[in-house]
């Protein structure tokens, strides 16, 4: 793949039915999300708008198109844990293994850290056993990424009328001193983004 041909930048509102193409395989084909209906161009619009109101949501775009998404969340809704993030990837089915993870996720952890945030939680459907609609590759994706596993929740999920396990996967990328108030996303200096590999 040429690395010179990805463009990494903010993800907008107006992405939404190129994100929506990425995510429906996953939905209808796999377990990799618990959700069981694809969502609409609006829903997808409005989950951007949501997020990147503090946290990125990524395009990387090869000769155009966006060929992946990656974005980050609060990890839960109380205050302490406002140094926390949760962290989601997806790439086009037809675009998966071309290591564009590997840079979507160099780029979201870059710019987490500039905002001041200290961890990484990797949210994963895992399979008890071999299955057709979901395997590991996931959850060894992110041990590449330097994330360990945190916890294991069993039968938790259901679809496809298989139970499904879920775990939790960390990564500390602060050092967990006294904490700065995080910083917006899009409040971010440019050499921060550029420094990122984020393009305006």
Known sequence: M???AIRIRPARPSDAEALRAVYAPYVERTAVTFEYAVPDAAEFARRVAAVTETYPWLAAEK???IAA???AGPFAARAAYGWAAEVSIYAAWDRRGEG???RLYAALEAALRAQGLQNLNAC???PAADDPFLTKA??????RMGYRRAAHFHRCGLKFGRWYDMIWMEKLIGAHETARPVIPFSSLPEEDL???GIEK
């Open 2 to 4: 040429n690395s010179e």
């Open 63 to 65: 000769n155009g198109q």
């Open 69 to 71: 998404y990656a974005y």
């Open 100 to 102: 564009l993870g590997r």
């Open 124 to 126: 994963i459907a895992w």
């Open 138 to 143: 996931s959850a060894r994706f992110h041990e």
């Open 194 to 196: 550029r420094e990122a």
